[in-house]
């Protein structure tokens, strides 16, 4: 199965900030991951795909980066609806296996 | 409108067998371009893929390693909608369960678009 490691497990933040969170696949996946954002008590929703575009609707404040094993989640201009957690997931290989989450918390 | 209806008990007792199902609306469970999943969600375990069923001129399934041996996911093509079915619970099964699409995009990639509001089963004597 290939794992998916993503950091840091949780952060803090204030409105405005730049975040950026990072998934490190365990083989070469070439740029198929997804990222996601669950708010509490709710599923997650898909934010981008392919690594790197964009799901319609979601801001632009949003962007994902990286190919092969590195990967990368960026918010710039952190909003407060923007909190909550994000999960990567490789979408390569079955099973489908995600990363354990990064949760964004008000500084 | 595009959506998944979860139903199924959310409480059960060790060696029991949970049954959910996932009702499709404005999608097709016959879709050549989305598989039809469920995936859980725990403290301990993260969101764990448990497995899928699609249509590919016959019907595919796919099962977590984890869950082998006592899972099943069956479409029900007569009320557009797919099953699950996971025997011999343990406490350990405790989790948010969540059906959802894998739907293609372009050639070859996929994402989980489109997800059920979650079932939180519990498995306590």
């Known amino acids: 199965d290939i794992q998916m490691t993503q950091s840091p497990s949780s952060l803090s933040a204030s409105v405005g900030d730049r975040v950026t969170i990072t998934c490190r696949a365990s083989q070469r996946i070439l740029t198929y991951v997804n990222w996601y954002q669950q708010k509490v008590g709710k599923a997650p929703e898909l934010l981008i795909y392919s690594a790197s575009t964009l799901q319609s609707g979601v801001p632009s404040r949003f962007s994902g980066s990286g190919s092969g094993t590195d990967f990368t989640l960026t918010i710039t201009r952190l909003q407060p609806e923007d909190f909550a957690t994000y999960f990567c997931?490789?979408?390569?290989?079955?099973?489908?296996?995600f990363g354990q989450g990064t949760k964004v918390e008000a500084k | 409108q595009l959506q998944l209806q979860q139903s199924g008990p959310g409480l059960l007792k060790p060696s029991q067998t949970l049954s959910l199902t996932c009702a499709i609306s404005g999608d097709s469970v016959f879709s050549n371009s989305a598989s039809w999943n469920w995936i859980r969600q725990s403290p301990s375990r993260g969101l764990e893929w448990l497995g899928r069923?699609?249509?590919?001129?016959?019907?595919?399934?796919d099962y977590a390693s984890s869950a082998e041996g006592r899972i099943t996911i069956n479409p029900d093509t007569s009320n557009n909608q797919f099953a699950l079915q996971l025997n011999s619970m343990t406490p350990e099964d405790t989790a948010v369960y969540y059906c959802?699409?894998?739907?293609?995009?372009?050639?070859?990639?996929?994402?989980?678009?489109?997800w059920g509001r979650g079932t939180l089963v519990t498995v306590s004597s």
């Open positions: 997931q490789q979408s390569y290989g079955t099973p489908r296996t």
């Open positions: 959802a699409r894998d739907q293609r995009a372009g050639p070859d990639f996929w994402y989980f678009d489109l």
């Open positions: 069923t699609y249509y590919r001129s016959k019907w595919l399934h």
